[in-house]
C-alpha cells in the first residue's frame, strides 16, 4: 500500500495534556467517573486533530473504551493524541490514557480509545483535510489498521440507520 507523500506528518499532531483526578470528578470510592475520563479523551483528540487540520472539528464518533485500571483522587492523568489518518473531510484519532501515582512514579496505561473527527468551516459545512504522513514504522500500522477501522465503522453506521435506532 502506498501511502500518500505530501501533507503533514503524524508528529505534527502528536499532544499531550495531562490534569489532577480531583474529588469532584470521582465516585463513592474515590475513582474518576468514567464519564469524566471520555471527555478528557475527547479533549485530546481534539487536540491532535485541531493541530492537523487547521481548523474547527467536531466529534463523529468514539470507538470503545476498556478501562484497565483505576484512576485515584490525587493522581495525575495523562493523555497523548495523534492523527493515525486522514480520510478525506474526516480523520481517525488515537488517544492514549495513563495514570502516574507522582509519589511512587509508577505510570499505569489506562485506557485507549479511536476517535473520528470531522474537519468544519464557520458555516458548518465540512471541509478537506490534508493528508497525515506516517513516517515510522508504528505510525504506518496504525494508518493502515485506521482504514480497516474505518470500514467497520461505516458498516456499523449503516446498520444503525437500517435498524431505525
Known sequence: MSVETKG???RGSASEMSEFALPN?????GTLFGGKVM???D?????????HARCPVVTA????????????IGQLVILRSQV???FRTSMEVGVKVFVEDLR??????????YLTFVAIDRAGNRVPIDPVVPETEAELRRFEDAGERRRMRL?????????GA
Request: proline content about 4%; aromatic content about 4%.
Open 84 to 86: 493515525n489518518r486522514v
Open 43 to 51: 479533549l485530546a483528540g481534539s487536540l491532535a486533530a485541531v493541530r
Open 155 to 163: 458498516e456499523m453506521k449503516a446498520k444503525t440507520r437500517d435498524n
Open 8 to 10: 503533514r506528518p503524524v
Open 25 to 29: 470528578d470521582a465516585n463513592i470510592l
Open 39 to 41: 471527555a478528557l479523551v
Open 61 to 72: 464518533s468514539i470507538d470503545y473504551m476498556t478501562f484497565l485500571h483505576p484512576i485515584h
Open 104 to 113: 511512587t512514579r509508577d505510570v499505569k496505561h489506562t485506557s485507549s480509545a
